[in-house]
Nanobody
Framework: QVHLAESGGGSVPAGGSLKLSCAVS????????LAWFRQVPGQGREMVAT???????TYATFAKGRFSAVRDNAKSTVDLYLNAMRPEDTAVYYC???????????????????WGQGTQVTVSS
């Protein structure tokens, strides 16, 4: 099993940028999916991006063209670059992993078995 720790959240004005980082530790020798989800209070978690072991990335529609995920297996990190941010991007962002999948990554929260503590991102209008 792996352990995850996010960093890099904060407050930015609309149109600004942030970089979120997720450090992966523990059993990183086996293949696994990594993903970023976000959650607004009172709502469920929604997928932002999934990153397969081989690097295939899937983005949510709202993230396409604005957000970019980068996975570095050698460094055991996955970063999420948030650009052209909007107030509706305000949420707690979570890094998550699933050791049940590696070449293809699911988009449902129930398919992920390890979660980081989350990092708050706030975008002001």
């Amino acid at each position: 099993q792996v352990h995850l720790a996010e960093s890099g959240g904060g407050s930015v004005p609309a149109g600004g940028s942030l970089k979120l980082s997720c450090a992966v530790s523990g059993n990183t020798n086996s293949g696994f999916c990594l993903a970023w989800f976000r959650q607004v209070p009172g709502q469920g978690r929604e997928m932002v991006a999934t990153i397969a072991q081989i690097g295939t990335i899937t983005y949510a529609t709202f993230a396409k063209g604005r957000f970019s995920a980068v996975r570095d297996n050698a460094k055991s990190t996955v970063d999420l670059y948030l650009n052209a941010m909007r107030p509706e991007d305000t949420a707690v962002y979570y890094c998550t992993a699933s050791d049940r999948y590696s070449g293809w990554c699911p988009i449902q929260t129930s398919d992920y078995n390890t979660w980081g503590q989350g990092t708050q991102v706030t975008v002001s209008s």
